[in-house]
């Protein structure tokens, strides 16, 4: 059995956990002064070693990345946390910010130090007022410290951090347009390659990464890369925060080694709500395609869920009963899809319009059996035609339902309406 | 962000001041040069001059366009062309408690749609529209990354977690009639809309401490592996 390692999660309980008081009283900022001590290379060769891979949903290998940075070009380089979290389903960092955002400050000054930048930025969402507030604060507690700043600690490194706010645009946590959106434009992709470790913020090499993979390198540079190594499976190692939301008798975020399955996250969380079962979930949030009562014991690290048919994603399992109609879900997913494209490319743009129309049409119950050939057809011609992942990511959970509910859109169709009670659904079903 | 269609009707945006009072223009521009003296290149502090703009007026009119267009040496079609890119940027006044609704998938099927329903009924406004008073404007919102809380409602960017039709109803009586109202997961109470969009700006108002550090949800995993003796390994000491 598996069993959790709250490590990023450990003191959360404690009231003043995100204060620096806190933080240091628990060991934090004891990795930072052990890193400034060591060479840069060999901080970036333990990453390495521990395994790691980006808990921002694509797994990149973050030491390799760190790797990829050209050394002693006598270029600024850049690190940008991307806290953009909109991914829907996805709700790790936001409590990680509001709870322990020295952990990711201490990991930002680690990593900035490792791939020598002196000027550090946090890009998170606009719309989680009081987790800047904490931001903002941790960073002026380390300020003051002398953690940040001008020859930090007395090693002679310098670094700026600035926390910086977006406005509402889910493409911006796409690593690209998020660069574009911090340098004050409308947030699009860039074409790739050169990839941002070569020409990333304002054209100098800059890392990319995740709250919660920069948050986790504190951790790595005090225990170790074997004991990082030590959890997980042998390609996905390490710990996660397993986000676990909808139809769940106890929701709520577990830190966990990855390759632990949904059957027992869920034993852990109560299961199922009571006198329900469960019929679909996303492994990964919208963008990987759902899965079914059939993946319950996939081990939940990337190559397993990806032999199996999804993706990992960020670890944002959003559980849905048989009370919900899966099309009603495809449906508002693909409305969010088809806000949120920013324009750029032709197949996601027109996609994603095409996609709202036919749904919001075959929910009502208006469609035949060809209506799912054209929808399909046209995630064809998305997946892999379009210029970001969002395109690819907004054709999961319409191939994916079809994939595993064709009957159920055809139930529509015969009835001519939604055969489903929404009001069942919802959390106060069945009080009066 | 919003990419308008052909198809789709263009609101005209309903902007009235064309430039700031000069005591008003003093102040933003102190604020804009501590904006701009945080990045390597001008340009990159246009989303938090923005919001600073939005600070002042509530959403950004042609006035607050000018500025920032003249703060970072950009034209002002520019900067609209950023304006309209991103949701958080208001073109015409919103209330001074802007209210959100999550209706992205999961909080819908929660019970966000009920809520909605029944809420945009209630107080008679629809989706990015605000109530005569001035008080309260409501927004359809995608999700907020708070799905462990759902139904989840946000006033001006603070948590109100697991919500009901009738606790949203009662939420948006108390902030029309004034009284305090605190967010599940967020400071004591709600600041207002100006206010919050003066934090987003970079301008920390020194509310941080206020408020609990986790919601419950959060702390789920944590409570029970600490309840069953779990641990993380220990590392191999002498490693260091
Ligand atoms: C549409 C879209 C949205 C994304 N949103 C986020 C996000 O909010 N946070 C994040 O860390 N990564 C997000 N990503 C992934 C990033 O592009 C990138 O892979 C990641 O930040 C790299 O960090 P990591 O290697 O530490 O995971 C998104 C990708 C796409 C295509
Ligand atoms: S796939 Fe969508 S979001 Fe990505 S560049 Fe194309 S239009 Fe923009
Ligand atoms: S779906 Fe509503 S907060 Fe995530």
Redesign the pocket.
């Known amino acids: 059995m598996t069993t959790l390692t709250p490590i990023l999660t450990k003191h959360w309980d404690r009231p003043d956990s995100f204060t620096r008081e806190a933080y240091e009283d628990d060991g934090g900022y004891e990795a930072l002064r052990t890193a400034l001590g060591m060479p840069q290379d060999d901080i970036i060769q333990a990453v390495k070693d521990s395994g790691l ?10 030491g390799m ?1 760190w790797g990829f940075i050209p050394q002693a070009d006598g270029k600024p380089h850049y690190l940008v ?7 829907p389903g ?1 709700c790790k ?1 936001i409590p990680l910010m509001m709870a322990n955002p020295h952990a990711l400050v201490e990991g930002v000054i680690i990593s900035a130090y490792a791939i020598r930048a002196n000027i550090a930025f946090i890009y998170v ?1 606009g719309e989680v007022l009081h987790v800047i507030r904490r931001l903002q604060q941790a960073v002026a507690e380390a300020y003051e410290a002398g953690y940040i700043g001008t020859d930090i600690l007395g090693t002679g490194f310098d670094l700026e951090l600035v926390v910086h706010s977006g406005a509402g645009a ?9 660069l574009d959106s911090l340098e004050g434009f409308r947030g699009q ?1 860039r074409l790739k390659p050169p990839f941002p470790a070569v020409a990333g913020l304002y054209g100098g090499p800059t890392v ?7 948050a986790s390198v504190p951790a790595i540079v005090a225990n170790g890369a074997d004991w990082f190594a030590s959890m997980g499976t042998e390609k996905s190692k390490g710990f996660g925060i397993f986000s676990l939301s909808g139809h769940v008798t106890r929701p709520g975020q577990y830190e966990a080694p990855l390759g632990i399955t949904l059957r027992e996250l869920l034993d852990m969380a109560g299961g199922v709500r009571a006198g329900h079962q469960l019929k679909f979930w996303t492994p990964g949030g919208s ?1 990987t395609p759902l899965f079914t009562d059939e993946h319950l014991d996939v081990p939940l690290d990337f190559e397993s869920v990806g032999a199996a048919g999804s993706m990992l994603g ?1 670890r944002a399992l959003q559980i849905f009963d048989e009370t919900t109609c899966v099309v009603r879900a495809v449906l508002r997913w693909s409305e969010f899809y088809a806000h ?1 494209s920013c324009g750029k490319c032709t197949p996601c743009r027109e996609g994603t319009y095409w996609y709202k129309q036919m749904l919001k049409r075959l929910e009502q119950g208006q469609g035949s059996e060809e209506d799912l050939d054209t929808l399909l057809d046209l995630s064809d011609n998305i997946l892999g035609r379009s210029f ?3 395109g ?2 907004a054709t999961s959970p319409v191939t994916s339902s079809i994939q595993y509910f064709r009957d159920e859109y055809i139930r529509h169709f015969e009835m001519g309406a939604c055969p489903f009670d929404h009001a069942a659904s919802t959390v106060w079903a069945g009080e009066k | 962000m919003n990419i308008r269609r052909a198809d789709e009707s263009v609101e005209g945006s309903a902007t009235v001041s064309t430039s700031f009072e000069p005591e008003v223009l003093e102040r933003l521009e102190r604020d804009a040069k501590e904006i701009i003296a945080r990045y390597p290149k001008p340009r990159s502090a246009l989303l938090p001059l923005l919001h600073l703009v939005q600070s002042e007026e509530g959403y950004v009119s042609e006035a607050g366009v000018r500025f920032c267009a003249d703060a970072v040496g950009i034209t002002p079609a520019q900067v609209t062309g950023v304006v309209t890119f991103y949701t958080q940027y208001k073109q015409h006044p919103v209330g001074d408690f802007h209210v959100g609704v999550c209706i992205n998938s999961l909080c819908a099927i929660m019970g966000g749609d009920q809520i909605w329903r029944e809420l945009s009924e209630y107080v008679g406004v629809g989706h990015d529209e605000s109530t005569e008073d001035g008080k309260v404007s409501l927004e359809r919102i995608e999700c907020n990354a708070a799905c462990d809380y759902a139904p989840v409602m946000m006033v001006n960017w603070e948590f109100f977690d697991d919500m009901t039709p009738d606790k949203a109803k009662q939420l948006v009586d108390d902030l029309r009639a004034g009284k305090q109202v605190a967010p599940t997961r967020g400071a004591e109470s709600v600041c207002s809309w100006k206010q919050a969009s003066r934090v987003l700006a970079g301008f920390n108002d020194g509310r941080a401490g206020e408020g609990a550090q986790a919601g419950y949800a959060s702390l789920r995993g944590l409570q029970l592996a600490k309840d069953s003796g779990w641990a993380a390994p220990e590392p191999e000491r002498g490693a260091e």
């Open positions: 891979r980006g808990r921002g949903g694509a797994g990149f290998p973050t990345k946390v991307n806290a953009d979290e909109s991914e996805t960092d969402r889910y493409i911006c946590g796409e690593e690209t347009a998020l992709p990319i990464n995740n709250v919660e993979s920069i963008s960020t949120e970001c992942a969002l690819d990511g």
